[in-house]
């Protein structure tokens, strides 16, 4: 504990030297610093597009967060902890904006500029940045998963996802049927808590129950019909081969090259994987053909009369609530998320738009042409569960969700549910 506090001193008095000096030495108009997530420049390209567009009220400047969400997190929530005024805007995975909006390390949005900034927003990136029926956040991007699947393989199997619902059981089957690998993530990673909340969610339950509560009066609801359906899909895809002999390593890459190869039938995964198979197309490392054989549709449901709740993911903007400049920190966020940067930010980074508008433009249309179907998705996708204390009910659905071959529906959700429990209330360690 005692070193503990020493680093916390540290990391506060590193706070607040950094913009005692920045204030030192900065003349004109004020800087504000946004940290983004890594990308492929197209968060730099909105800075500088903002910075002249703000005519001398002021600059944007872009710092870039660790690579993974869990380091973000943690560098985010240390420096806002220590009051760090150098933080006027941030990129924030939806998972951690309750953790951050609870102890008020984000500053509030104006009804005004709520308005302007939720109009003609996917309905899943409005949940995602919501907290107490207050948006604490502003829809940036907006990320969900599909159902991409090899044409060949669906109408061998009498299938046709891009015209009629399909189930986890039918993509089963078909691939059980062909000898062919479904492309699903169970590496025990963020990815699997995705999975087992999509599944649950489209089987009409909640991981959480009260995810607004005190840490010791959590509920979880995977004690339910819909908790059990989830774990009886994944069990049987993984006793019984259907996610190929890697599955209790995979992630979002390793399953599309496993998509990719011959064996590939179908996968649920981010819009990314579009892009990376016409790049290694155009690099020789693919065959054309395997272009022309990818289909895509909305996420498979766990009951044919329910619609699914496809995963949902992607970046936020928040203001923190010691910058210096949070009037100027509200007016560079929203022109960040204009519907043309984040057309652009779409066509160019490949990150789908929070805004319903941004899915017309051309340049979107011919980068993605299942934009229409990603926009659907989103509208119906649920976010992760939505609590201060994700990080504990994430690792512990990692946990005892792993490895797939050992999730047992008359076990496992309630294996699952007595460890989180004991967790949040100090009786379990992760």
């Not at 302007?116 to 207050?134: F, I, N, P, S």
Request: proline residues 8%.
């Amino acid at each position: 504990m005692g070193r503990r506090t020493r680093h916390l001193a540290a990391v506060a008095a590193v706070a607040v030297a950094l913009p005692l000096a920045a204030c030192a030495a900065e003349s004109g108009p004020p800087t504000l610093t946004w940290y983004i997530n890594p990308d492929n420049g197209g968060q730099v390209e909105i800075a500088a597009r903002c910075t002249q567009e703000a005519d001398g009220r002021y600059r944007l400047a872009t710092e870039v967060l660790p690579r993974d969400a869990a380091s973000q997190r943690e560098q985010l929530a240390r420096r806002l902890a220590a009051k760090d005024s150098s933080i006027d805007i941030m990129s924030l995975d939806p998972p951690f904006i309750p953790e951050l909006a609870e102890p008020g390390f984000l500053a509030p949005i104006p009804k005004d500029v709520a308005q302007k900034v939720t109009t003609d927003v996917v309905q899943g990136a409005l949940d995602g940045a919501t907290w107490k029926d207050e948006l604490v956040a502003i829809p940036f991007w907006a990320n969900t998963q599909l159902l991409w699947y090899r044409k060949s393989v669906a109408e061998a199997a009498g299938l046709d996802p891009a015209k009629e619902p399909v189930t986890w059981q039918q993509i089963m089957d078909a691939a059980k049927e062909q000898g062919k690998v479904l492309g699903v993530q169970g590496a025990k990673a963020e990815s699997l808590t995705v999975w087992v909340n999509a599944l649950v969610e489209s089987a009409g339950g909640h991981v959480l129950e009260n995810p607004e509560a005190p840490a010791d009066e959590l509920r979880l609801g995977l004690e339910s019909d819909a908790g059990r359906a989830a774990a009886e899909i994944i069990g049987t895809i993984g006793r019984e081969g259907l996610g190929g002999a890697g599955l209790p390593t995979a992630d979002e890459n390793a399953t599309m090259t496993v998509f990719q190869r011959d064996s590939g039938s179908f996968m649920v995964n981010w819009p990314f994987v579009w892009s990376a198979t016409n790049a290694a197309v155009e690099d020789g490392t693919l065959d054309a053909s395997l272009v022309d054989d990818i289909g895509w549709a909305l996420y498979p449901r766990v009951d044919a009369d329910t619609e699914s709740r496809p995963p949902y993911g992607g970046i936020s903007l928040g203001i923190g609530a010691f910058s210096e400049h949070v009037d100027l920190a509200l007016e560079a966020a929203q022109c960040i998320v204009t519907p043309e940067n984040q057309a652009e930010y779409f066509a160019t980074n490949g990150n789908p738009p929070a805004s319903t508008k941004a899915y017309d433009d051309p340049a979107v249309r011919k980068a993605f042409p299942m934009a229409d179907v990603i926009r659907e998705s989103l509208e119906q996708a649920a976010p992760r569960p939505q609590t201060p204390y994700y990080n504990e009910v994430s690792t512990g659905l990692q946990e005892t969700w792993h490895p797939p071959a050992d999730v047992d529906p008359d076990t496992t959700p309630r294996r699952s549910t007595d460890f989180i429990t004991a967790v949040l209330r100090g009786e379990a360690l992760l």
